[in-house]
């Protein structure tokens, strides 16, 4: 995907979450796009660079704010009983921690989710495990955070 490209569809999804945020129905959107974004369709995929940094910065004057990468509405809409990301970004640092001192094969992702699908099969309903730390019930990502400390500590490495 081209740099040009890439950009177009960032703002095309920022233009849609704005109006979400704002909660605009359709033909409020379309009017906005229409009248602001200075073409006759309506449709923000019609929208010139120029039309989209204008409806963009009509957005932010009525009052919405862009969420900075996403990370911080993704956490907000976390399912209750969850892991949270900061024990998520536990389990990796260790999981790192310990392929840094040649305890784990794979560093990769890949080799963290298969080690937690391993590791979890005894606390998933059907007994296949859980594919990724992302998805650890809160009970099960404290119980393989225990697992991952204890197994550094037998190999005498240090978490920090």
């Known amino acids: 995907m081209s740099k040009q490209t890439n950009t177009r569809n960032k703002e095309l999804a920022m233009i849609h979450i704005a109006c979400k945020d704002l909660n605009l129905d359709e033909d409020t959107y379309r009017m906005v796009i229409r009248n602001v974004g200075k073409i ?22 009525k009052g919405w704010k862009p969420h900075p990468g996403g990370t911080k509405r993704r956490s907000a809409h976390k399912a209750a009983g969850m892991a949270s990301d900061a024990k998520v970004r536990l389990i990796r640092h260790i999981w790192i921690a310990m392929a840094d001192a040649g305890e784990v094969k794979a560093r990769s992702e890949s080799g963290l989710r298969a080690w937690v699908r391993s590791a979890s099969r ?7 495990g859980y594919s990724a730390p ?14 991952l400390k204890n197994w550094a500590k037998r190999c005498d490495i240090t978490i920090r």
């Open 134 to 147: 992302e998805f650890l019930p809160n009970s099960v990502a404290d119980k393989l955070i225990e697992q």
């Open 122 to 128: 005894h606390y998933h309903p059907s007994g296949i």
């Open 40 to 61: 006759s369709s309506g449709s923000s995929a019609d929208l010139s660079a120029a039309g989209r940094a204008r409806v963009l910065a009509h957005f932010k004057s």
